[in-house]
């Protein structure tokens, strides 16, 4: 984390010094949608395959600007005491045994148990509140994967910025967070959340992108060996396995043969550690020729 807040980009050069700074390698239409999305304030929504590097752009925005990354993961049956608020029952209920023991009226009572210090905050109420390190980076991560009931409420949520707790009141940010929203397109996100957000789609890098990223996250890596590792995964991602590598796992394996202090990607290398990059043992066994289905790839560098 940064150690303290900066001012957010005001211009194209200086939303792709900030992605440099954190390693983050972006084409020219995903810094110009980046900025966009800081300088209009409205949520940015990338969709893509999984392992593109989609969340990975919003945890290097709030480590670059200083400001706090907030994380909602979504699942089916999301609903707002996972995402919004929920009351801490348990001690909301041991307020009220101590109360009765001490003689408390129950209007005072009914007041107390509803104080703040018994509201639970996730990450979107949370979001909207000051924050003494500036608006923080709100993460919704793999929106497809939520059910359309909680869409529909996102949308409310992203058009004033502001969610009600009927026991409270409405809580509306004085800044609003930068707003990251990413989907595998597992199912087809709704227009009208579309409408809301600045979109980009984000695809596997080309070999030439793969060297640049393996030199950002790999200070150390060899030139010439950057180049094989790129030139390989390029041909392993065109050679129709059921699995495709997340380029998290790319950088992880590249990692590992560095490790062995190879200067180039040989046939025996490969070999060697390919069980390390594909973790499913039918990619394994696909990339092998060891199970029916479409010829392996060349393992040459």
């Known amino acids: 984390m940064a150690e303290r807040m900066r001012a957010l980009p005001g211009s194209e050069a200086e939303t792709r010094a900030l992605l440099e700074e954190g390693r983050y390698v972006a084409d020219d239409a995903l810094v110009k949608t980046l900025f966009l999305s800081v300088a209009l304030g409205r949520p940015l929504l990338l969709e893509g395959e999984a392992g593109c590097g989609k969340t990975q752009l919003a945890a290097t925005l709030a480590e670059t600007l200083g400001r706090r990354l907030l994380r909602l993961q979504c699942h089916e049956g ?88 009927p026991e409270l009141g409405t809580v509306t940010a004085a800044d609003r967070p930068l707003v990251v929203i990413t989907s595998n397109r597992t199912r087809e996100v709704h227009d009208a959340l579309k409408r809301r957000c600045l979109y980009h789609w984000v695809d596997y890098p080309d070999a030439a992108q793969e060297k640049a990223i393996l030199r950002a996250r790999l200070p150390g890596v060899e030139r010439r060996l950057s180049d094989n590792i790129a030139a390989f995964i390029e041909r392993m991602r065109h050679a129709d396995l059921s699995q495709v590598m997340a380029l998290g796992e790319v950088i992880a394996w590249s990692s590992a043969v560095m490790e062995l202090d190879r200067i180039e990607l040989d046939p025996e290398t490969i070999r060697a550690n390919l069980d390390r990059l594909l973790a499913y043992q039918r990619g394994l066994a696909e990339a092998s020729g060891r199970a029916p289905g479409p010829a392996p790839p060349e393992v040459r560098p």
Not at 78 to 90: G, H, P, Q, S
Not at 110 to 127: G, M, N, S, W, Y
Not at 145 to 160: C, G, K, N
Request: aromatic share 10%.
């Open 78 to 165: 999301l609903d707002a005491a996972a995402a919004v608020y929920e009351w801490n029952y348990a001690a909301q209920m041991l307020a009220i045994r101590l109360a009765e023991r001490g003689g408390g009226g129950r209007e005072a009572l009914a007041e107390d148990i509803f104080d703040e210090r018994f509201l639970v905050k996730r990450p979107l109420l949370t979001a909207l509140e000051p924050d003494p390190l500036g608006p923080p980076v709100l993460l919704i991560d793999e929106i497809d994967r939520a059910d359309a009931p909680f869409e529909a409420y996102l949308l409310e949520v992203l058009s004033e910025f502001q969610v009600s707790v």
